[in-house]
């Protein structure tokens, strides 16, 4: 489980394909510092198990095919800026919200609107999870935890907006993410369980 506050921004310095998996070497001194083998950390939003901590700072980390065919990890390579978070601990805070790093679907950016002290970010909605999203809840962009500012456009062709204060733009991949670009999106967990239980009658 993670929060989606995102501890650092790690960099991709090693990619092996495996056929139908890859292994995948990520650089971050933070999010290492405490880790070991076995260890969950997510990698945009991805929830990746540890299998080695080198000495400098980086791990690998195996992805099979049904986790690069659902997520933006498919796309990226080496020299590629990764958010990464560490598991959240029960005796800290919880900042974000409640956050698995199962990728529900992916997006892309559509547009950006900067202003002088934030920025507009309008990200395509997949028709299989745009029932979850409403306005002013949360969702996962990324990895980063999220308030959805608008929600736009018509069945097959939905949107929604996120506004991303300075810190958020400086210290996530989401501030240089280009217009285009590939997101991996988890919804608020709540908004599955409640309709399951409906469906089921309860």
């Known amino acids: 489980m993670f929060t989606g506050i995102v501890e650092e921004l ?8 495996l056929g139908d998996a890859a292994r995948f070497t990520v650089r971050g001194p933070v999010v290492t510092s405490d880790a070991s083998h076995g260890d969950s950390i997510a990698v945009n939003g991805v929830c990746l198990t540890v299998v080695e901590v080198l000495a400098d ?11 690069l065919n659902r997520s933006s990890l498919q796309e990226i390579g ?10 959240a601990a029960l005796n800290s805070r919880l900042g974000g919200h409640l956050v698995q ?10 547009s950006r609107s900067p202003s002088d002290n934030w920025e507009v970010v309008r990200i395509a909605l997949p028709d299989a999870i745009s029932r979850y999203v409403v306005k ?9 935890s999220l308030t959805v500012s608008e929600l736009g456009g018509e069945r097959g062709d ?4 996120i506004s991303l204060i300075p810190t958020t733009l400086n210290l996530t991949t989401l501030g240089a993410a280009a217009v285009g ?18 469906a089921a009658g309860g």
């Open 10 to 17: 790690g960099e991709v310095v090693a990619k092996e394909e």
């Open 57 to 67: 700072g980086s791990f690998t980390a195996d992805v099979m095919q049904e986790t």
């Open 78 to 87: 080496v020299g590629s800026r990764v958010n990464l978070e560490r598991a």
């Open 101 to 110: 790093g199962h990728v529900d679907g992916t997006g892309h950016i559509i």
């Open 136 to 144: 002013k809840g949360s969702i996962t962009v990324d990895g980063v």
């Open 158 to 161: 939905e949107y929604f907006e």
């Open 181 to 198: 670009s590939p997101v991996n999106l988890e919804v608020d967990v709540i908004a599955k369980y409640v309709e399951r239980l409906q």
